[in-house]
């Protein structure tokens, strides 16, 4: 009798679980007028986040001690990098190619705010360097490197690559 009642409850508990299975997930209706979201999620980041023109200021203190900045140039087809020094202020043309970098400002600790973009001292604990790279034919382009993160919002380029290895100091 006990092996009967286990075996019957068995068949029940196997017949609900196969029941559940075949439930058709339900999607979340989106308003009408709303888009899909057709792909999953979207990509995370701020590639579509609209841009906001912060003013750069660079004290007296930064202006005073530091002088250039020292950035890492790679040659991609070459597989070799070299350091060079460039004045704040200055351009770099990369050899061999006709890409030019502009170094328009040294921040030893970067510091953006809802306004500006500062340094909040003196001392390099995150060095960034405002940069503008052309090349004729293409459009400019003006960011910041990071010594402490060279991925963020890293300059690409099919045979160039730049990175900031950090200031120098007068």
């Known amino acids: 009798m006990q092996k009967q009642m286990a075996a019957a409850i068995l068949v029940v ?3 609900f679980s196969f029941a559940g299975c075949k439930k058709e997930e339900q999607k979340p209706q989106l308003p009408a007028g709303h888009p899909g979201m057709e792909g999953g999620m979207p990509q995370m980041g701020m590639q579509n986040a609209p841009k906001i023109d912060r003013k750069v200021v660079v004290s007296r203190e930064v202006k005073a001690k530091w002088k250039a900045v020292k950035l890492v140039i790679e040659d991609k087809s ?3 990098s070299k350091e060079y020094t ?3 202020g200055s351009d770099l043309v990369v050899p061999n190619t006709k890409v030019t970098i502009k170094v ?3 921040l030893p600790q ?4 809802d306004q500006e973009i500062t340094s909040k001292s003196n001392e390099p604990l995150m ?3 405002q940069v503008s790279i052309q090349e004729p034919g293409k459009p400019e382009w003006k960011g910041w490197l990071f010594a402490a993160a060279p991925d963020m919002h890293p300059y690409e380029h099919e045979k160039v690559g730049v990175k900031l290895a950090g ?3 007068k």
């Open 86 to 88: 460039v004045a704040i």
């Open 110 to 113: 970067f510091s953006m705010g």
């Open 127 to 129: 060095p960034a360097a």
């Open 78 to 80: 070459a597989k070799a």
């Open 13 to 15: 508990s196997l017949v």
């Open 104 to 106: 328009l400002a040294f």
């Open 167 to 169: 200031g120098v100091a």
